[in-house]
C-alpha cells in the first residue's frame, strides 16, 4: 500500500494551485492582418509569468519583440525576440510593457501587440482563488480549472489516507 502513498504525493506535486494563464493573441482569429489587437490587449490582464501565444501561418508571418520606437514605427528598433514557428509560446518573466510586431511588413497592417505585465497579487493563493483578474470566458475557464486541481488535490490527500490506514 506504500506505493498508493508515492502516487498520491506524486500527484499533488504536478497539480500547480498558481498555473500560469496562456493568453493567445486574437483568441479565435490568432495573429493575422487587420484585426484589432489593441482591443484583443484591452480586455486581457497579463501577469508575471503568464504566456503570450501567436498562432500563425509558418513562413508568410513571425513575432518580433521590440522596443517601444520599434512598435511605433513597424521598425526593428529594439530587437529582443524572433520567432517563426507558427505556434510561439512567449513566456511573460517580469512586470513591464511588452511590444511585439510581425517583421514580415504585416506590422503595417496592424500586426503589431502592446501589452502590460502586472506583478502576481499579494493574496493569489490566499483567498482561495488565482485571485487573477480576467473576463468573461477566460474567468468561467480558470474557474473551472481551479475546480479540477482542488479535486485532484482532494483525491490525492483521499489515496494518501487510505493506503495510510490499510
Known amino acids: 500500500m506504500s506505493w ?20 493567445i493573441v486574437g483568441a ?20 508575471v509569468g503568464d504566456l503570450i501565444s501567436f498562432r500563425y501561418q509558418k513562413g508568410t508571418h513571425n513575432v518580433f519583440e521590440v522596443n517601444e520606437t520599434g512598435y511605433d514605427n513597424c521598425t526593428m528598433d529594439g530587437v529582443s525576440g524572433n520567432w517563426t514557428s507558427g505556434k510561439d509560446f512567449i513566456k511573460l518573466p517580469e512586470a513591464r510593457r511588452y511590444y511585439f510586431i510581425c517583421g514580415n511588413g504585416f506590422c503595417q497592417q496592424g500586426m503589431k501587440v502592446a501589452i502590460t505585465v502586472h506583478p502576481l497579487p499579494h493574496n493569489a493563493s490566499s483567498n482561495g482563488s488565482s485571485g487573477r483578474g480576467g473576463t468573461g470566458a477566460q474567468e468561467e475557464a480558470s474557474a473551472a480549472a481551479l475546480r479540477s486541481r482542488s479535486a485532484a488535490w482532494l483525491a490525492a490527500l483521499a489515496v494518501a489516507a487510505a493506503a495510510t490506514f490499510c
Do not use: E, K, M
Not at 504525493?9 to 500560469?20: K, N, R
Not at 487587420?34 to 490587449?41: A, F, M, P, V
Open 4 to 23: 498508493l502513498l508515492v502516487v498520491a504525493l506524486l500527484v499533488g506535486f504536478v497539480v500547480d494551485p498558481s498555473a500560469a494563464t496562456d493568453h
Open 28 to 47: 479565435n482569429h490568432g495573429w493575422n492582418p487587420n484585426i484589432n489587437y489593441s482591443l484583443w490587449s484591452g480586455n486581457q490582464t497579463f501577469y
